[in-house]
């Protein structure tokens, strides 16, 4: 879109403010409001903000910065209309004060390894599938699930008044829902939408968690991205589809007609490339000390570093397609959580497997067995290891890893792996009831 096109869809839309929106180091939306009379400004020098007050940006010494609006991002948002006026939003990109892109913005992390993707000849494309739950508000802290539902059930399922409200206020973002549905566990819902573009997917996904939160607030609920909320019942994950097109023809790098997978040596040296360095990924992919109660076997969450055709207990998995839609044809990574800023999730997983195709990597031979019901021997004879089993864990696997370093950046990278290490200290100070109910009258 031009700047004169925007400016026309905002006089027709009766725009009043706008939102300029981009995410912190976490991943999380904020946003600047401003009127929309200033947005021909705001389209052609940018709108000044102090970076150092934002998780994971900059020194307070090194502070301005200005975010410019991404033209193709604009939307009206369906819940802030009135007859005074609407406001809309763009998603904004981050930069310094030289006019150069500043390096910690997650979005430019991306950017900069679909670059290199293209610089190969290749279209990264995604399609994250995010599950959340919506609990009823009590006042308190208990935790009380909007229904009694089950997989795929609709007798039961209270919430899908609000699942459809999000669908339709999602379609008014642009974005095209495939299918909605409530999940395994109690107050458990997923929402998919079409596949793309890794950026576009990410704009989507990130959106789409903001849309959730706030209609689930119109209905009286509170809807959350957390992986664990609940003991004793399934997780939420965030399983990507991703899958390689040629640029020059349009095909499916991944597709080979004549491998028993269907796949490419394309496909698997990019697959080899995303397990061998998994754990490296990992506390990107599974960002919170919650996100390792979700990854215990037994939750069909995945635990075992291998991959398979149909298996689902394995960490990489390849989903079946029909024969007249080689289009389709992908690989599932299903260790993620919607915890996670989807930006730097996408950058790390492209920029290894990327390094698997440069390395001509190949995986290791496919498990298609249930591998919760291995014991260690069997594991350890296949050679099968685990992902890490804590954020601290993850953080230290992290560290190790220069290809980690390289796909987010010097600047991003010692930030987050900092902020993450204070977090995992103040989680390991904590006395939590479960210890004092297990220990204090015995001890």
């Not at 995010?130 to 935790?143: A, D, T, V, W």
């Not at 994950?237 to 040596?265: C, K, R, W």
């Not at 000390?289 to 991959?307: D, F, H, Q």
Request: glycine share 6%.
């Amino acid at each position: 879109m031009t700047k004169e096109e925007a400016l026309k869809r905002v006089k027709e839309d009766n725009i009043k403010f706008i939102q300029l929106q981009f995410t912190d180091i976490f991943g999380i939306v904020k946003s600047i409001t401003i009127p929309a009379e200033t947005l021909p400004q705001s389209i052609d020098s940018g709108n000044w903000f102090d970076g150092s007050s934002i998780e994971g940006f900059c020194r307070i010494a090194e502070s301005d910065m200005y975010l410019k609006p991404d033209l193709d991002t604009y939307n009206v948002i369906p819940w802030l209309q009135s007859p005074d006026g609407n406001t809309a939003r763009f998603i904004c990109d981050i930069y310094n004060p030289d006019g150069t892109p500043f390096e910690g913005d997650p979005r430019y992390i991306l950017k900069r390894a679909v670059a290199e993707a293209r610089e190969m000849g290749y279209e990264f494309k995604t399609g994250p599938e995010l599950e959340f739950f919506l609990f009823k508000k009590n006042g308190g802290n208990e935790i009380i699930p909007n229904d009694s539902g089950g997989y795929f059930d609709l007798s039961m399922d209270e919430a899908y008044e609000v699942r459809r409200e999000i669908t339709i206020a999602l379609e008014k973002f642009g974005i095209e829902v495939e299918a909605s549905h409530h999940e395994v566990a109690v107050g458990q819902h997923e929402i998919d939408f079409k596949y793309d573009n890794a950026l576009k997917t990410a704009d989507s996904a990130t959106t789409m968690r903001f849309v959730i939160k706030a209609i689930a607030v119109k209905h009286g609920l509170h809807a959350t991205f957390m992986p664990k909320p609940v003991k004793g019942i399934s997780g939420s994950g965030m399983h990507v589809h991703q899958s390689l097109f040629n640029i020059e023809t349009g095909e499916n790098a991944f597709y080979d007609p004549f491998d028993n997978y269907n796949l490419s040596s394309i496909a698997y040296s990019f697959i080899a490339g995303q397990l061998k360095h998994i754990k490296g990924m990992s506390a990107i992919l599974s960002p919170t000390v919650n996100s390792y109660k979700r990854l215990t076997p037994g939750y069909e969450a995945p635990v075992y570093i291998s991959w398979a055709k149909n298996n689902r207990s394995a960490l990489i998995r390849i989903p079946r397609f029909s024969k007249d839609n080689t289009k389709a044809t992908r690989a599932e990574l299903r260790s993620p959580d919607p915890a996670c800023n989807i930006y730097l999730s996408f950058a790390v997983m492209l920029k290894v497997g990327l390094e698997g195709i440069k390395s001509a990597m190949f995986p290791p031979q496919p498990v298609e067995e249930d591998l919760y019901h291995f014991d260690d021997s069997k594991l350890k004879s296949l050679n099968i290891e685990t992902l890490p089993g804590s954020l601290w864990e993850a953080l230290k696997e992290m560290e190790q890893d220069s290809l980690i370093r390289e796909a987010l950046g010097e600047h991003t990278f010692n930030k987050y792996l900092e902020a993450k290490s204070a977090e995992w200290d103040e989680y390991r100070l904590q006395v939590t009831p479960w210890e004092k109910e297990k220990y204090l009258a015995i001890y």
